[in-house]
């Protein structure tokens, strides 16, 4: 066999070629297929497990797409709003009280004519249906079976309201967009009424679209985009890839008027207490107390709506001041934890609104996410109480806290 034979015999064959070329790529980290796609590949964890509601916010974040969850926790702008919502909880330190009897904790109260085990409603946000299959339906059932919780439906929900009302037996409030129409307007709070809510609470902080940074860097996700608050027929819960890139442009947008004139045009339908949400100023507090409205709600929207805004809790006192008790005195945007609705109500508030920090439960676990994200801000809320020396809702002033706000 001469030499060149002996080679052919001894070489590697093309089928063990072609094996190791093949275990190459296969192995390479250019291939996209070997690399991991998501945040990361930590595990969920187990609703028990969850101890503040702060810790829904990353599962709420690992199961919706991401222009859901850019809708969800954008605000307007570039989100100095928000951050200046939670900021506030910072300049508010909360002062114990000693030689208290705290054996039994009473966080009952009344708003409206309706008692309530804890000073906690459910705020009104739009479109939930994208956070999970059964949506504001889920939402009212997990609310009710946290002790009763009111949740406000949102125009803007994602199923209609009577079949939301239907899904469980607590009560329920209705937030009002204006419409283009009195007589849409009166439709709207008709049909509210007749599904069984208890009260209208008219958002007056909406004059023009929101400008958002996140959903317009979001616009060619071709997903559900930004949805229109406004819209009475809400999402319904469908992904849009037009949406996004119809955001609103940030000059040339046409402004509703939101004012008293038209309030009057259709307020004669409302047969339930009427509160206006959106109020920052005392000024415009003054202003529902002698037009005579239910009450108010000291809202910025979740800072949805104005970039460079005030949070909530600094406003909130001289409202409270202004208001003097006369009418039902709320407040929402921000509020994460027990200890944020203490000091809203040292701060004259009668009750607080959750917004996000329900919507995480919601998308993380769905009805039972929703209902223990209340019930941990309710254990919160005593445990504050407790540890203040403060055994019910009437002990709660202003002696409770310091404020150091920056412009004081």
């Keep these: 066999m001469t030499r060149s034979e002996q080679g052919w015999c001894t070489s590697v064959t093309r089928r063990t070629a072609l094996r190791g070329l093949a275990g190459f790529l296969a192995g390479s980290p250019l291939l996209r297929s070997q690399l991991d796609p998501f945040r990361d590949h930590s595990r969920v964890p187990a609703m028990s497990e969850l101890k503040t509601a702060f810790d829904f916010e990353p599962v709420a974040y690992a199961k919706l797409p991401r222009d859901i969850y850019d809708f969800m926790m954008g605000s307007s702008d570039g989100e100095a709003t928000a951050r200046r919502n939670r900021q506030a909880f910072d300049w508010v330190s909360l002062i114990p009280r000693g030689m208290a009897d705290v054996s039994a904790i009473d966080c009952s109260t009344e708003i409206l004519g309706h008692k309530l085990k804890y000073p906690i409603l459910v705020a009104p946000t739009s479109g939930q249906g994208p956070l999970h299959p059964d949506g504001e339906l889920g939402m009212h059932a997990g ?68 400008y958002r940074e996140r959903a317009l860097h979001d616009r060619h996700l071709g997903g559900y985009g930004e949805i229109d608050e406004n819209n009475p027929q809400g999402s319904r819960g469908r992904r849009n890839p037009r949406a996004a890139a119809q955001a ?33 100023t005392a000024a415009d507090a003054r202003q529902c107390v002698e037009n005579g409205v239910s009450g108010i709600v ?106 150091n706000f920056p412009w004081a």
């Design 143 to 210: 609310a009710t079976a946290a002790s009763n919780t009111p949740m406000i439906i949102s125009s803007g929900a994602s199923f209609p309201i009577d079949k939301i009302t239907g899904a469980a037996k607590g009560p329920s409030w209705f937030q009002l967009y204006r419409m283009d129409t009195v007589e849409g307007t009166v439709d709207r709070i008709e049909r509210a009424q007749d599904a069984g809510c208890a009260a209208i609470t008219w958002t007056v902080d909406g004059p023009v679209g929101p």
């Design 298 to 403: 000291v809202s910025n929207h979740g800072a949805r709506r104005v970039g460079h805004g005030c949070s909530t809790l600094e406003v909130l006192p001289e409202i409270a001041d202004e208001v003097r008790g006369r009418i039902a005195l709320l407040v929402d945007s921000g509020f994460r934890r027990g200890s944020d609705v203490l000091k809203a109500l040292a701060l004259g508030a009668n009750a607080v609104c959750l917004g996000r920090v329900t919507r995480w439960g919601l998308a993380a676990y769905g009805p039972a996410g929703a209902q223990r994200v209340l019930e941990i801000i309710q254990a919160e809320l005593t445990l504050a109480m407790a540890t203040t020396g403060r055994p019910n809702l009437r002990s709660v002033d202003r002696t409770l806290v310091r404020t």
């Design 248 to 280: 609103p442009a940030p000059y040339g947008v046409r402004a509703q008027v939101l004012d008293w004139k038209f309030l009057s045009a259709w307020r004669s339908s409302v047969k339930v207490p009427l509160l206006i949400k959106g109020v920052v």
